[in-house]
């Protein structure tokens, strides 16, 4: 199959012909039919997450079709697959609902060769069926955007006025989502990012502006997307006493020095790590009543490396997407017994 490999940290993608992936026990065997471009994806790829298996397949939103392995699904089931790869089943976090935290937990595109490919094995546990509403294109964002996006959201409590620092593609989701809520959005960017702004009010946002700046109200929780650690106390300057900032993603720059009495009043500071499948499974039963609208980039295979330049440099509105340029169908393995 063709993939696109990174084969060290801080260098580009190489596209390659390699094995077919062949399913272990427990786990499905998928054609890919699209897999969303995540800011993840890039603190793999500049070796700010360290230690990921190399050579890698980057790519942790996939929608695939099962082709073979596993009994969960049928052949011909379109599936999702998230971040979350794997877990132990027995660490404290694990028997205590939380495994998001487990101690030994794989991810995809990280410890386990994700979907900037033709095809990918998962485990069959950490897949979810995707709602027949969403095209693929449409439905990759879902599995992290969506799923942090929404953790974020319900570990935000029952803010009313909520602040989305960073409007890219978990943010447009969270946003509507809001909104539909009820609940008051304030869409934080770069000062000069007017597009996003324009984005984020044409999604409901009752403001868009400078994030640094902040906005004319007071707000009860933030959202913080964006890996800019400025963000946090920025934040805490526009929540009100006993407001939450909730840091969403996996890395982010250090947060510079802040007076005390920014947090003082109550106001909390909390990260949000990986999901759980109960997050999947009640996102993904929500967003089609929003119904939550995925805006995509969509581009080739061979052209991960441009959906990841464009990504950094801020130029996706939405969230950008890559699918196989033509998947051929893979047969199942032979069997043995003849």
């Not at 509403?133 to 006025?161: H, M």
């Amino acid at each position: 199959m063709r993939a696109m490999i990174l084969e060290a940290p801080r260098t580009r993608l190489v596209l390659r012909d390699v094995p077919d992936p062949v399913p272990a026990p427990g786990q499905v065997l998928l054609s890919v039919r699209a897999c969303g471009v995540c800011r993840t994806d890039l603190h793999v790829l500049d070796g700010e997450l360290e230690h990921p298996k190399l050579p890698l397949i980057l790519g942790h939103q996939i929608v695939g079709e099962v082709v073979d392995g596993g009994t969960r699904f049928t052949r011909g089931a379109r599936v999702g697959v998230p971040w979350l790869g794997s877990t132990c089943g027995v660490c404290r976090y694990c028997v205590s609902g939380r495994e998001n935290l487990c101690d030994n937990a794989r991810f995809t595109g990280y410890d386990i060769d994700g979907g900037f490919a033709e095809h990918a094995v998962a485990d069959e546990r950490f897949c979810f069926p995707i709602p027949e509403s969403y095209p693929d294109t449409q439905a990759a964002p879902l599995l992290c955007a969506g799923l942090i996006g929404y953790r974020s959201l319900r570990l935000a409590g029952d803010a009313n006025a909520i602040g989305l620092y960073g409007f890219g593609a978990a943010a447009h989701i969270v946003c509507q989502v809001a909104v539909a809520q009820g609940r008051e959005v304030y869409a934080g960017t770069r000062a000069a990012d007017v597009e996003s702004q324009e984005f984020a009010r044409s999604l409901g946002a009752v403001w868009a502006g400078d994030a640094i700046e902040g906005p004319p109200a007071e707000l009860d929780a933030v959202i913080v997307f964006a890996p800019d650690g400025a963000l946090v106390p920025a934040g805490l300057r526009a929540v009100r006493k006993g407001g939450c900032v909730v840091c969403a993603g996996i890395h982010m720059s250090d947060i510079p020095a802040f007076p005390y009495e920014l947090l003082w009043g109550e106001r909390t500071v909390r990260s949000v790590a990986n999901l759980t499948r109960a997050d999947g499974d009640e996102f993904l039963a929500l967003a089609p009543t929003v119904p939550v609208r995925t805006e995509v980039d969509v581009v080739e295979l061979a052209q991960a490396n441009a959906a990841l330049d464009r990504l950094r440099a801020g130029r996706v509105r939405g969230a950008a997407v890559v699918v196989p340029r033509d998947p051929m169908p893979l047969a199942p393995p032979d069997d043995e017994s003849g």
